[in-house]
């Protein structure tokens, strides 16, 4: 290998780290989470930029693990919350923003008829469960094996800390199959709360499976048959796929969906969008957070969902994650290697068929790190507005020299 | 009464979210929760006022439910944070100001020796008990009958939408009674996870009260026996009584603290601080959240944290609360009325003696907001560091004013 990645302030950064936080760094960017010669700090972004605290500068493929859609430091986005915090951020209270936001959303979204505000992403899984129970009386959720729906005890992918209680109510079900779901629903019987799922199955680790149609429209039949409420976990994919929400294309409506990553851009905002049949369970549960009236996150996000909504910004973003799709295609032909890209282009999920414990996986996308590409081995990547086809060429060129760094490592295409 | 409050825009304003928020409002300010007369929607907040839809002003001794310590809109707090974000404050991972805020945490909290970052004090209150249950492998959470610690199945003070699975582990006793503290720690016996408590006991509609050092030493010393661990929930109180943490004056170190509110001074920020006991339980557990590596509100709190230590901020905001206190103490009196003023001055609970259902408290605080004085009947308020002695006075000749205004409405003070 040509170039080596700078990492003395990194490493300086972790032992400090390690010192005052438990691993040095939580979440997703633990050590164990990551493969080893990752950068671990950060030091700018800007547009599908980011620079580690090394100086490192990569074309950005994570997208801040989903809340970057318009690009880093967006102008227009910033440029509404700077002046509404102007104003003030936080008083003892909402301001009109809020109201102007769950009009926009209800004027958006298929399905929505309100709107509620938080700042987690498991905030609004959380209480559009709550809101599921109260407005029907009942207690059980189905759920997708496998899927993540948040890191707190009652659907955290970890048992350490969770007690068997905290899932007493929580049954799962296999994405895609019929049968399975059915029987879910008739264990569940006469205590069928919700069916939660995500816009498609986007689970780390594996190939990623588009809904089938089918399958959205059995969930919703039952829903509708026993007054149970259908969940759309919009986290991840909301906002990127679809203005008017990720099961705009197929037709089905939820009838609560959860957002937040891509809903303002970077700014820290959740919101459910929910129909009538749940406004009263909405009204009936109490939900609150210190800082959920906090109008700045909330001007971001109308301003936000308006670029979204009036330009190709989620077309062009697709568009990109094509042309990357098809150009890392191409190349890894060459050198023998065959992909498996799920998932929808802009929300890319790229593995190396016959790719025991990633061992090609995390060696290439170590090894594109130092050619200035920011990608990752076994978790969806994020495209945004900001990337144009100059980045994705460019990081089509890099693939290619990390082709060749890889079988100077030795690793050669695996017999499939 | 003289001066009548504007309130068309307000009512325009909840007549266009109760179409699409649930309730309009949610949380402290929705209409079931605040008395009637209450502006519900604000559009200003600077220093010690907030100005309310309509524009009119308040002197504002509500700040924001907590999070506003030093006054709002601080210019060094949000200057950090903007120089912080113009590097960008999202990327895929933690910056610098991460590894300087856990530093200046372990530096500043009595009992800290690490710490992990989140968003609503109900992350960190959440986190805490997970990492006890996963640093004892224990599972019963005992807590004190009323103390808020969140608004989550497991903790939230409503069961609506809750079901009993969610509250298996929780057992209560009463706050600063050791008899029945030993009783529920009796009755947990060997899964004795945890004691949380609330800096002081602040439930809402009721007198503050203060904790008992021996109480405080009997909950320290089952946790010594019993290996489980001593849970502050801060949130509310934490970076507002001293720096070093709530309990600093009273010598008693919990394992695990939460913190939140005034952490940033308004940027949306939680936190925990533990002890080596509870590292490895920490680091056992999976919690992360989209936005939690978030720099811009880490810079904010590093800012803040280091004017809470460096000046006598907290020092100046009990004085202020010290005058209010003796300034309601008096014109109460001379119009005839008791006052029940309890907990620190900077958090005072101000209740009427006799006041059965709140009809002086509701009717006193509505006119009071006709001559420009933000109060709250049933909550603790808040003093910041930006209120100064004339806005005290301020607040007390209203009071003075206010006191003429409920006679006039035919209020008298009750036989006790």
Same mark, same amino acid.
């Given at each position: !290998? ?26 997703? !960017? ?22 580690? *605290? ?7 493929? !994570? ?21 509404? !915090? ?35 992403? %498991? #905030? ?5 469960? %709550? ?32 007690? $068997? ?32 799922? %995500? ?7 594996? #190939? ?62 959740? *919101? ?15 939900? %609150? ?9 909330? $001007? ?54 016959? #790719? ?6 995390? $060696?290439?996308?170590? *090894? ?24 994705? #060429? ?23």
């Amino acid at each position: !290998m040509t170039i080596s990645l700078k990492n003395s302030r990194d490493a300086e950064l972790l032992a400090r780290a390690q010192r005052v936080v438990p691993n040095g760094v939580w979440g997703h !960017m633990a050590t164990r989470s990551i493969a080893p010669g990752y950068p671990q700090f950060f030091a700018k972004s800007d547009g599908c930029r980011v620079w580690d *605290a090394d100086g490192n500068e990569y074309i950005d493929f !994570m997208c801040a693990w989903g809340p970057n859609v318009l690009g880093y430091g967006h102008a227009e986005v910033d440029g509404a919350a700077f002046a509404r !915090m102007k104003q003030g951020d936080i008083g003892n209270g909402p301001t009109e923003v809020m109201v102007e936001l769950a009009e926009l959303l209800v004027d958006t979204i298929d399905h929505a008829d309100w709107a509620l505000f938080q700042k987690n992403g %498991t #905030d609004a899984t959380t209480a559009s469960v %709550t809101i599921a129970r109260a407005a029907t009386g009942r207690r059980k959720i189905l759920v997708a094996r496998g899927a993540y729906h948040g890191a707190v005890p009652w659907c955290s992918p970890s048992m350490v800390g969770v007690t $068997a209680e905290d899932r007493a109510h929580l049954a799962q079900f296999e994405f895609n199959d019929i049968a399975s779901l059915d029987a879910a629903v008739a264990a569940a019987g006469d205590d069928l709360a919700a069916i939660l799922l %995500t816009a498609f199955r986007h689970d780390v680790n594996r #190939d990623q499976e588009m809904p089938d149609p089918a399958f959205l429209q059995q969930a919703r039949r039952h829903c509708d048959q026993s007054g149970a409420a259908l969940i759309l976990d919009d986290v991840r994919a909301g906002f990127r796929l679809d203005v008017r929400g990720s099961w705009a294309q197929y037709g089905v409506k939820p009838d609560l969906a959860a957002y937040s990553k891509a809903i303002a851009n970077g700014w820290p905002l959740a *919101a459910i969008a929910g129909n009538e049949r749940m406004r009263e369970g909405a009204a009936k549960i109490f939900v %609150t957070g210190s800082f959920w009236y906090g109008a700045a996150a909330m $001007a971001a996000a109308v301003k936000t969902i308006e670029i979204l909504r009036d330009t190709n910004a989620l077309a062009h973003s697709a568009a990109m994650g094509q042309r990357l799709r098809e150009g890392l295609d191409m190349v890894a032909r060459r050198h023998g290697f065959t992909l498996s890209q799920t998932g929808p282009a802009q929300m890319p999920m790229v593995r190396f068929a016959g #790719d025991q414990e990633l061992r090609i996986g995390n $060696a290439f996308c170590v *090894a594109a790190l130092r050619h200035g590409i920011y990608l990752h081995p076994r978790h969806n990547m994020f495209l945004s507005a900001a990337h144009q086809p100059a980045d994705i #060429d460019r990081a089509i060129a890099a693939a290619e020299t990390t082709f060749k760094d890889i079988a100077a490592l030795g690793i050669t295409p695996p017999r499939i």
